[in-house]
């Protein structure tokens, strides 16, 4: 029977030591199912079975039966806070309810750029944030939301100035806007109202041709600065501006490639040739560059510039319309070579 002691003991002693194997994987031990970061999110209003669904859809952990326990034990069915949660390799399961019983989630960063239209807005916007694109959109349009900012449906995408901004990926709508409108304050500071003001343009006007001078050069900002000069050269003189790509905007199919001379028919105020001025609303989200560009545009005598033929992105400009028309004619010959013809 003396000898009996020793392995009773050893068997004790490796229970012991299992369970508290089982105990520390229940509470400390690593249950992320993946080397990286994952990215989490809960909608409001969720559920816990619906919490529970998605994690499990998503294959988030690696063991579902001590996740559960412990969350019914610490009644995280009660505690259900959406938002965006970063499961980090290494944390636990107490570690993991911690942070979703505490809300700590993680900021997301929000970047909005290449933007045509409201619709584009409200659909980038929607796939980064949980916001509604429809209802989002129907915002937009709301007429005492755009009598509050002194906007109008034209000129409300204005208020969007491009950048990467950080905030809860759960943020209401309500809360959004207010962010919106500051970084609209802080852009538009007293230099650049000074700016604004130097060159006899509202901020609304400077964001306006901004958008135009954007449709022009998108793949070189430094040529910017030049188009912006062209087109106020154009505004002091009452001429059309003359942007292609007002027609297209007009139009609403932003695959043409080529204007032809039968576009420039369209009956839209958005039609640079028809209408002198700028348009009645910029026809793209224009970056802070292009905004800086028009604030401080080049000093130059140019008033036509035609796409170089070459296709290199930058542009031929021309102070006088003989010029301009041997420029044309060099790049159309180009597009007729290439069988572009719409």
């Not at 009996?4 to 490796?14: A, D, E, N, S």
């Not at 960063?109 to 807005?121: G, Y």
């Not at 509050?148 to 000129?155: E, G, I, K, M, V």
């Not at 007293?190 to 958008?211: D, F, H, N």
């Amino acid at each position: 029977m003396k000898k009996k002691r020793p392995v009773r003991f050893i068997v004790i002693l490796l229970l012991i030591l299992l369970a508290a194997g089982a105990g520390y994987r229940f509470l400390l031990g690593n249950n992320v199912n993946s080397t990286k970061p994952i990215s989490f999110k809960i909608h409001s209003h969720a559920t816990y079975s619906e919490v529970i669904r998605d994690l499990k859809d998503n294959q988030v952990l690696r063991d579902w039966r001590s996740f559960e326990l412990l969350a019914k034990q610490l009644h995280y069915d009660k505690k259900i806070h959406p938002g965006n949660y970063v499961f980090k390799p290494g944390m636990g399961n107490k570690e993991i309810l911690r942070m979703l019983i505490g809300g700590h989630q993680t900021p997301v960063n929000v970047t909005f750029n290449n933007v045509r239209t409201k619709k584009d807005l409200a659909g980038k916007l929607s796939r980064a944030l949980e916001l509604d694109s429809a209802t989002f959109l129907q915002l937009l349009y709301d007429t005492t939301f755009l009598k509050s900012h002194q906007l109008d449906t034209n000129t409300v995408i204005c208020l969007f100035i491009p950048n990467t901004y950080e905030m809860y990926w759960n943020i209401s709508q309500d809360r959004f806007m207010e962010r919106i409108s500051q970084e609209y304050q802080r852009f538009w500071n007293s230099t650049r109202l000074q700016q604004a003001k130097s060159i006899g343009l509202t901020p609304l006007e400077v964001s306006v041709m901004a958008s135009l001078v954007q449709a022009e050069q998108q793949r070189f900002p430094s040529e910017r600065p030049r188009i912006a000069g062209l087109y106020m050269n154009r505004l002091k003189k009452g001429m059309p501006m003359e942007n292609d790509a007002t027609l297209i905007f007009a139009i609403g199919d932003f695959t043409m490639k080529r204007v032809l001379n039968i576009d420039k028919a369209i009956d839209s105020p958005f039609n640079t040739y028809k209408n002198k001025g700028l348009t009645p609303g910029p026809i793209n989200l224009p970056d802070r560059s292009s905004i800086d560009a028009v604030l401080n545009y080049e000093k130059n005598d140019y008033i036509f510039l035609c796409a170089k033929e070459d296709f290199s992105g930058f542009h031929n400009f021309a102070a006088d319309y003989a010029t301009h028309q041997k420029n044309a004619k060099l790049y159309t010959t180009a597009l007729d070579k290439k069988n572009i013809y719409r």
